[in-house]
């Protein structure tokens, strides 16, 4: 039995996000999930798992507050959750996460597939999985929207701009998989109370043969604002409908629209 | 350092990326995977074009070669078009040579030893500026950049032969047949969101699209949850971008999810019962009223106009 590893990020959620007068951003008040787009992942290992007779984990590397999310995690099918607890995962870029989630990989061992969304709900960088893949020298499939596993091959179809494509690839792999893979069902109240009785593992770094500088970001960050929309923001204010919609085709004459 | 390196598997983008390049004043080095795309390449600004010559049709499994001639040339730069084959051979070049990356510039501004770029994040919420000054990775996304020809300036070509990764193998392609249009060529959009009750409404919206001779979008459920129309028709982060000179909306509420795919609208007008719905914030004009009285209305005075 091989490891079949979903790998997930513990992010903040975006409707809690708040914006300052000053347009500064404020995070502090946001409550954590894992990200959206991870829950199709785990869902992706445990079905395949099923199928193969391995055993789906999962694996997360996030600052303290990833603790809850293991629960969460594990209520969602997994056996077993790693986490690699460390605070350089509140700054880390994707070279960083994907040094140590890759790292975390090796040390677990005896896996045969690895999988990722695409990109995280907060960054949606979309550099993890193929970047997990560089590090441990294995191929990876990514924008996968399904795929089956044979004997030591994983048959996977991607979804391109233009065209399908349906891909063999050599275990290990990493897969990264595309939303519409599955549908990810709510965890049921059974799956919660028994995810809190499944093994937890906690690495840490140094388990990893990693530190803190290993992972410095790899670009100045200068700013982290919020977007500013710059539009008019009139609001057509004529007493009847009728005399609103005259106001809009007069201003859509006026902008050289019609 | 010295050197910028630019590959896509779009040839539009690579022409964009190229222009982009040309801005720095270094030295610009396109790369393709076809002698073809490098003979019509060759006068977008690049001083190289160099054609790999390799095992596999993947542009994604060159990723490893790549890294290795970035690191051997001591390049500054690698531009990658931000398509979903791009995306992964850039990624997996960024880990290959643990460098840092950019995914899906906003925007790139080359200044005196260092190069400025801008990203969306949180849903496009929130706006990161970076700072690059050592080797990285960035991928940018269609439109966002214009190819410019350059006549007096004719690229070198040469080749190399190189390995490619022989562990992803393609068993079959099949082309996407695209239903309906191209929403980011479109000059006028007409939006529709869950605010229409019944899919015949979108009757209602085809008639002022055909006045404003625009092309119909929607929002994600409409499309994702109630299929009246065609994925491809859906506006938005995980959908289309538009630039169109009008987008003119009904019954949406304008989530900053999908309001990040028509930010660069010239004029966004919006028609919603909510006065307090955010497409007000995005918008230039908005009415706030019922669609089925304000939409016929619209269509009607547009007809006389
Ligand atoms: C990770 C993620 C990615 C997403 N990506 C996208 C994306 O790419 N694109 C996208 O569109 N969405 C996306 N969404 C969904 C997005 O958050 C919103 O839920 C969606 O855009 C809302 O669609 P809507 O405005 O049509 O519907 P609603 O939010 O339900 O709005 C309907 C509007 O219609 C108005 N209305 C109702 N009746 C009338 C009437 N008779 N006349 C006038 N107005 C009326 C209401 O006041 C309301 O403002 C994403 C969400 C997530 C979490």
Avoid at chain 1, 29 to 47: L, P, R, T
Wanted: aromatic share 4%.
């Amino acid at each position: 039995m091989a490891k079949i590893i979903a790998c997930y990020k513990w992010v903040a959620d975006e409707a809690d996000l708040r914006i300052n007068a000053d347009m500064s951003v404020d995070l502090s008040k946001a409550k954590g999930k894992i990200s959206d787009y991870d829950k199709n992942a785990i869902e992706a290992a445990v079905q395949v798992a099923k199928g193969t007779g391995d055993t789906a984990v999962t694996l997360t590397f996030g600052s303290g507050k990833a603790k809850q999310s293991l629960k969460d995690a594990l209520s969602r099918g997994p056996a077993e959750g790693f986490w690699i607890n460390s605070g350089s995962a509140e700054k880390a870029d994707g070279a960083a996460s994907s040094k140590v989630l890759a790292a975390a990989i090796k040390e677990m061992g005896d896996y045969k597939l690895i999988l990722c969304a695409e990109g995280a709900s907060d960054t949606f960088a979309r550099q993890v999985g193929p970047g997990i893949a560089a590090r441990l020298d294995i191929p990876c499939v990514s924008s996968a929207t399904g795929f089956e596993v044979n004997g030591n091959t994983v048959t996977v179809s991607r979804k391109l701009e233009d065209c399908v494509e349906v891909v063999a690839a050599d275990l290990p792999v990493v897969v990264c998989v595309l939303p519409e893979i599955n549908q990810p069902p709510i965890p049921g109240l059974k799956a919660v109370l028994d995810a809190g009785k499944k093994p937890t593992r906690e690495l840490r770094l140094e388990d990893l043969g990693l530190s803190e500088t290993d992972l410095a970001a790899k670009t100045e960050l200068q700013g982290f604002e919020a977007y500013v929309m710059n539009r008019k923001n009139v609001i057509l204010s004529g007493d009847s409908a009728a005399d609103k919609v005259k106001e809009l085709v007069a201003n859509l004459k006026k902008e050289g629209i019609i | 350092m010295s050197g910028i390196y630019v590959y896509s598997d779009n040839f539009g983008l690579s022409a964009a990326l190229l222009s982009l390049a040309a801005q720095s004043g270094e030295e610009v080095c396109a790369i393709t995977l076809d002698q073809d795309q490098a003979d019509e390449l060759v006068n977008y600004g690049a001083d190289r074009l160099l054609v790999l010559k390799g095992d596999s049709p993947r542009p994604e499994s060159y990723a490893k070669v790549i890294a290795e001639l970035l690191k051997k040339e001591n390049a500054e730069l690698f531009l990658v078009g931000s398509t979903a084959r791009g995306r992964e051979l850039a990624a997996k070049t960024a880990g290959y040579l643990d460098c840092g990356m950019v995914s899906d510039a906003a925007s790139l501004v080359f200044e005196v030893g260092k190069i400025v770029t801008t990203r969306l994040m949180y849903g496009g919420s929130v706006v990161q500026t970076e700072i690059i000054n050592s080797l990285t990775v960035v991928t940018v996304p269609v439109g966002k950049f214009e190819a410019a020809k350059n006549e007096s300036k004719k690229g070198v070509i040469s080749s190399l032969e190189v390995k490619a990764d022989q562990r992803v193998n393609i068993i079959e392609t099949s082309p996407i047949k695209k239903e309906g249009i191209d929403l980011a060529a479109a000059d006028k959009v007409v939006c529709i969101g869950m605010g229409l009750d019944k899919p015949e409404d979108i009757q209602i919206a085809q008639d002022l699209a055909q006045v404003l001779g625009a092309e119909i979008g929607c929002t994600r459920g409409i499309a994702e949850e109630r299929h009246w129309l065609p994925v491809q028709s859906y506006i938005g982060i995980s959908g289309a971008n538009v630039k169109p000179s009008l987008y003119i909306s009904m019954g949406v509420s304008g989530q900053v999810q999908h309001v990040v795919g028509i930010r660069d609208s010239r004029i966004i007008a919006a028609v919603d019962s909510n006065d307090k719905a955010p497409i007000f914030k995005a918008a230039d004009y908005g009415i706030v009223g019922d669609l089925y009285e304000i939409i016929p209305l619209l269509t009607e005075a547009l007809r006389n106009a």
